[in-house]
C-alpha cells in the first residue's frame, strides 16, 4: 500500500487527477472504475480541464461506475448516472456507449447484477478503480459485515450512510434505502486502485481502514491486501495516521518516488 500526504484537498484531488492523466495517455482504451460524492467532484474537474486544455482524450476510454441508488432512474439530479453525466461525462470526448452505471430501476435487480459482473470481465477487467471512503468505513456501498470476497449485488445502505447522504436530496426522506455496488471482491480485482480521502472528518476512519486490522465492519480495510494501492490524502485527512513502521510507511509530499516524479506527476509514497 502506498500513501500520499498532499497538503490541501485540491492539491489531493490535483495528484489522482493527474494518475487518471498519465494510465489514459499511455493506454487509450483504459477501463476505468469511477466513483461519485463531493470528494470527486475536484478530480473531474481536474480531468475536464486537462481535456480542454491539455488535449487528454477520453474516446476509447470504458467507465464502470461503483454504484447506483435502487429505484432512482437516470435523469434524477440525486442519481450517479446524472452526477457523472454533469461532473465528467458531458464535459469531455468519451463515448455514451462506452459509459456504464449499474441500473437502479432495472426490472429484476440480480439479473442487473450478475449482467454488471459480465460486461467487467467482458473487457478485461477494470484497470484503475477509483474509490472514497464513506464515514461507515465503505467503500463503493459496501457497508460495514460485507464479505470480502462479495460481488456485484443489492445492498440496504447503513444509518449512518443515509445520514451522510441525505442532505443531498432536495427532501432528505426520499433518499432510497438500498443500492447496486460492486462488491469488494470485484475492487480487488481491479489492477490499480486509488482510494481519495480529504478532510478531518475522515481521519479516524482512515486510519482504522490504512493501520487497523482488516475487518468486515471496517470495509475499506480490504485494501490493504490489494497488491496495487494507493491511497491520496490532504494533512486534515491524515491527522490519524500515527504507526510507525514498514506497514504503510507515510512520507510527506516532499519524498516522492523517483518513478513518478520522472513521469511528471507529483509525488508518492511507497510501502
Not at 483504459?30 to 480531468?47: D, F, I, K, S, W
Not at 470476497?149 to 449512518?160: M, N
Request: net charge negative.
Amino acid at each position: 500500500m502506498e500513501i500520499s500526504i498532499q497538503p490541501d484537498a485540491a492539491a489531493a484531488a490535483e495528484f489522482v487527477a493527474r494518475l487518471i492523466q498519465q494510465e489514459v495517455q499511455s493506454r487509450p482504451r483504459l477501463v476505468l472504475g469511477l466513483a461519485t460524492g463531493r470528494t470527486m467532484e475536484p478530480v473531474y474537474a481536474q480531468l475536464i480541464r486537462m481535456h480542454r486544455s491539455e488535449g487528454l482524450d477520453f474516446s476509447a476510454c470504458r467507465t464502470f461506475n461503483l454504484d447506483e441508488y435502487v429505484g432512482l432512474p437516470g435523469t434524477d439530479p440525486n442519481s450517479y448516472r446524472h452526477y457523472m453525466e454533469a461532473h465528467l461525462f458531458q464535459a469531455v470526448n468519451i463515448n455514451p456507449a462506452n459509459t456504464r452505471v449499474p441500473d437502479g430501476t432495472a426490472e429484476n435487480l440480480a439479473s442487473e447484477c450478475a449482467d454488471y459482473e459480465d460486461r467487467i470481465q467482458a473487457v478485461g477487467g477494470i484497470d484503475f478503480q477509483l474509490l472514497g471512503i464513506g464515514l461507515s468505513g465503505h467503500i463503493g456501498f459496501n457497508e460495514p459485515s460485507s464479505p470480502f470476497a462479495s460481488r456485484t449485488r443489492v445492498v440496504t445502505l447503513a444509518p449512518a450512510t443515509r445520514e451522510q447522504n441525505s442532505p443531498l436530496f432536495r427532501d432528505p426522506g426520499q433518499m432510497p434505502r438500498q443500492a447496486i455496488t460492486m462488491g469488494m471482491g470485484t475492487i480487488l480485482e481491479s489492477r490499480q486502485c486509488v482510494l481519495l480521502a480529504t478532510g478531518g472528518d475522515k481521519a479516524a476512519i482512515l486510519a482504522a481502514a490504512v493501520e487497523g486490522p482488516l475487518n468486515t465492519m471496517v470495509p475499506a480495510s480490504v485494501l490493504q491486501l490489494h497488491p496495487n494501492c494507493v491511497i491520496v490524502v490532504d494533512e486534515a485527512a491524515a491527522r490519524g495516521l500515527n504507526r510507525p513502521g514498514p506497514a504503510p510507511r507515510v512520507r510527506r509530499k516532499d519524498q516522492f518516488a523517483d518513478s513518478l516524479v520522472k513521469s511528471g506527476i507529483a509525488s508518492t509514497t511507497s510501502t
